[in-house]
C-alpha cells in the first residue's frame, strides 16, 4: 500500500466525497445501512489492515474510562499512571493519544496491545455499524485516513452519478 498515493488521492477526491456526503443525507438511514454493509465486507475482504496500518500511524482513538482501566491492568499500571504516560485531552476533552504513531504500534504493523485495544480502535473504521447516516461527517474524514474507506466512498460516489 503506497500510502503518499492514498494521501493525494483522498485528498483530490475529497470534495466528491463530500458531493456524495450531501446526496447520502437524503437517503433513509436502514437504506445507508443497507448500502454501506455489503460494501464494507467487499472491500475488506480486499483489503488488509495490516498492510497499511495508517489510521493507527496518523491518528489517535479516542479512549473512554473501561479502555483506559483495562490496558492500565495489562501494564500493572494505576490508570492515572497510564493516562500520564499516554494520554492527553484533546479540544473536546476526550482522552487521545499523547502522539502519533501510536505506542502500542509494532514495525510489522501489528498492535501489542490487539487483544485489550480500545472500543474505537475495535470499531474503526465504522463503516459497518448501524446508523451510517448519525457517522456521515465522521466517515467523510476517515476517507482521508483509511484506504478502505476511501474505496467504499469510491464506489458509493459511482452509484450516485448514475
Not at 501489542?112 to 465522521?138: D, Q
Request: glycine fraction near 2%; proline fraction near 6%; charge should be positive.
Amino acid at each position: 500500500m503506497n500510502l503518499d498515493n492514498f494521501k493525494l488521492n483522498s485528498q483530490n477526491t475529497y470534495s466528491i466525497h463530500k458531493k456524495t456526503v450531501d446526496k447520502l443525507r437524503k437517503v433513509k438511514p436502514h437504506q445507508l445501512d443497507k448500502l454501506f454493509h455489503p460494501m464494507h465486507e467487499q472491500v475488506f475482504s480486499e483489503i488488509d489492515c495490516l498492510h497499511c496500518a495508517n489510521c493507527c500511524k496518523t491518528t489517535s482513538p479516542i479512549f473512554l474510562q473501561p479502555d483506559i482501566d483495562r490496558l492500565a491492568r495489562l501494564f500493572r499500571m494505576k490508570s492515572s499512571e497510564f493516562v500520564e504516560t499516554y494520554l492527553r485531552r484533546d479540544e473536546e476533552g476526550d482522552f487521545v493519544l499523547l502522539q502519533a504513531p501510536c505506542p502500542f504500534l509494532g514495525e510489522d504493523n501489528r498492535c501489542f496491545v490487539y487483544e485489550e485495544r480500545p472500543k474505537a480502535c475495535r470499531e474503526y473504521p465504522h463503516t459497518n455499524r448501524k446508523n451510517m447516516y448519525g457517522i456521515l461527517n465522521l466517515t467523510l474524514q476517515n476517507t482521508l485516513v483509511c484506504p478502505a474507506v476511501f474505496k467504499i466512498f469510491q464506489e458509493i460516489s459511482k452509484e450516485f452519478r448514475k
